[in-house]
Structure formats: C-alpha cells, structure tokens
C-alpha cells in the first residue's frame, strides 16, 4: 500500500505546476493567488522563476509565508490527489545549478532571469495538508526527498540520454503511452523517476523501484528500454 508521504511526493513529482497563495500586499488581510510553473530542486523543494514586478513576488517581499496547491488532473476534482505545501519563500541569490536544472525543465525560460528581471524562488516546506480522496486526509510533515544525483551527476546523465539513446526514449514514451507530436527528451532524473520534456509538455515516469546510484539508473533505463510493459511500482521510500 502506498505510503501518503509517497503519494503526496509522487503528486509533487508529477505536477509541474501550482496555485501559489501569498499574502496580498495591496488588500492586506486576503490571500492573492496565481498559477506558477516549477520544478523540485535538490532538496525535493519547489523552485520557482517570477518576475520581481509580479504582484506575488511583491507580496512574498514583504511576507514569505504562502502555500502552493498541487493537484492531480482528473474528471471528479472532488476524489483527485491534491496536496497544499505550507512554505517559506526563499529569493535565491546565486542559484547555479537550480537554475540549470530548471532551465532543462522549462527552456524557453533562459532568458527571463537575466533579461527580464526574473528571480529564482525556493518554497522551504514546513507542512503538508495530502488529500488522496474522500476520506484520504492527512498532515504530513516530511515529504520532500533530496534528489542524490542533483548537480554534475545528473546532468551528465541527461546529456548522455539525450545524445547517444534517442531510440531508447522513444520506446519509453511509447511504453507509456505519452504523446508523441515532437521527439521527447529527458530533462530530470531523481531516485524514484525521471522526467520527459515533449513539446513544452512534461511528464514524469517512476522506476519499478527506487535507483540510489547512477549505476542503478542506468541498470533501470536498460532494462525498460527492452520491457514490453511499465513495471509496476515496488515501493519507494516514505
């Protein structure tokens, strides 16, 4: 049985996109919100590009206490995973290889940080409020979970998937059942998946069982690039 930390992770995971609530600076005294892009960063934390002349960036200025609502696409939003992360918004001031990271997520945002007055964000989670369906409500305070190829490891990972196994990709997205209008290319790998940027759509895929090392990553993305079938997911950690 999954775990609800587990569910609400693979939520984070597999959603690249949120309703952020701050504190209105304009109306003191209401929550402002708007949808924002982001990827997880190191740390298993949401990682945010906002403008500095958007309203929330203006309100996490003066107050960095906000939420970011997560939710699964599903018919009957009332029986569909959601998960509310309560966070500390954190302004990043040398992001280095968050910025990387993101980039590969979000390409057509490589300009924004320095063209257009961008900054990079990182909501430091505090707690969780997961609601798997009716009845399947919790308060979780340990969700995230550091990401131990983040960095050079990583990236060389990618770089290498991108180049040399195109085939083995496309067998992945077909395996899945994903879409295919443009060619699919990884742009993240963590322990319990990885992540594929087709069009500007992405799309995260769990391993049959969680990958620690580089070296069962690569065992994993060898052996589905010869499956006939997604291996259902064993486990993962809490």
């Not at 708007?34 to 403008?51: H, M, Q, R, T």
């Not at 609502?69 to 029986?79: F, T």
């Not at 009845?135 to 180049?163: C, R, S, T, Y």
Request: charged fraction near 15%; hydrophobic fraction near 45%.
């Amino acid at each position: 049985m999954t775990s609800p930390a587990l569910a609400a992770r693979t939520l984070l995971l597999s959603q690249y996109n949120g309703a952020l609530s701050t504190h209105s600076k304009a109306m003191p005294g209401f929550p402002f919100g708007s949808v924002v892009p982001y990827c997880l960063d190191a740390d298993g934390y949401p990682l945010l590009l906002i403008s500095r002349i958007a309203q929330h960036t203006r309100n996490l200025e003066a107050a960095a206490k906000c939420s970011l609502l997560v939710g699964e696409r599903h018919d009957d939003v009332q029986s569909a995973g959601r998960l509310t992360l309560l966070a500390e918004a954190h302004k990043l001031e040398a992001p280095g290889e968050a910025a990387e990271r993101y980039y590969r997520y979000f390409p057509e945002a490589a300009g924004y940080h320095s063209a257009h007055d961008f900054d990079f964000w990182c909501l430091r989670p505090v707690r969780y409020r997961y609601i798997g369906g009716f009845g399947k409500i919790h308060w979780l305070d340990a969700v995230a979970q550091a990401n131990p190829f983040a960095g050079a490891a990583e990236a060389g990972m990618v770089e290498h998937m991108n180049a040399d196994h195109a085939k083995a990709i496309a067998h992945y997205v077909a395996l899945a059942g994903l879409p295919t209008h443009a060619p699919a290319q990884m742009a993240g790998i963590d322990a319990e998946g990885f992540h594929l940027r087709i069009g500007q759509g992405l799309h995260w895929l769990a391993f049959g069982a969680p990958c620690n090392t580089p070296k069962q990553v690569r065992e994993a993305l060898v052996a589905l690039a010869y499956a006939d079938a997604w291996p259902l997911r064993q486990g993962g950690a809490t």
